[in-house]
C-alpha cells in the first residue's frame, strides 16, 4: 500500500511555470508507475501525464499538455514531480498524484479506473 501527498500548488500568471511534487510513503515505491491527473470545475477528473515504474524510462502525456509539462521520478526520495511550464488559463485545476502497483506489469495507466492509490489533490489557479 501507499500513501500520497502531493505540494507546490498554488496561484499564478499565464506563462508561469510551477511544479508539483508528490511524496509517497513504502518502501517499493519503485515498483509503482505514478501519474498526475487533474480536475477542473464541473469536469471529469483527466489525464495528464505518467512515468513508468523502476528507472522511469518511459513517459506519456495528454496531448494538452505535450511539450508544457514534464513528468519525473527519484525513487531514492520516493516522490514523483510535474514540472508546468507556460501555464495556460485552462490549466487551472485540482490536480492529483495518482500510483498503479506495477508488480508485475510495465502498465503506463492513463485511466481513472486503472489507478489503486491517489492523493488528496493541489489546486493549482492560472490568472491570464
Known amino acids: 500500500q501507499v500513501q500520497l501527498v502531493e505540494s507546490g500548488g498554488g496561484l499564478v500568471q499565464a506563462g508561469d511555470s510551477l511544479r508539483l511534487s508528490c511524496a509517497a510513503s513504502?518502501?517499493?515505491?519503485?515498483?509503482?508507475?505514478m501519474a498526475w491527473f487533474r480536475q477542473a470545475p464541473g469536469k471529469e477528473r483527466e489525464f495528464v501525464a505518467v512515468?513508468?515504474?523502476?528507472?522511469?524510462?518511459?513517459?506519456y502525456y495528454a496531448d494538452s499538455v505535450k511539450g508544457r509539462f514534464t513528468i519525473s521520478r527519484d525513487n531514492a526520495k520516493n516522490t514523483v514531480y510535474l514540472q508546468m511550464n507556460s501555464l495556460k488559463a485552462e490549466d487551472k485545476a485540482v490536480y492529483y498524484c495518482?500510483?498503479?502497483?506495477?508488480?508485475?506489469?510495465?502498465?503506463?495507466?492513463?485511466?481513472?479506473?486503472?489507478?489503486?492509490?491517489w492523493g488528496q489533490g493541489t489546486k493549482v489557479t492560472v490568472s491570464s
Open positions: 512515468v513508468s515504474s523502476r528507472s522511469g524510462g518511459n513517459t
Open positions: 495518482a500510483a498503479r502497483d506495477n508488480s508485475g506489469s510495465y502498465h503506463l495507466p492513463t485511466r481513472t479506473y486503472e489507478i489503486g492509490y
Open positions: 513504502g518502501r517499493t515505491f519503485s515498483f509503482y508507475a
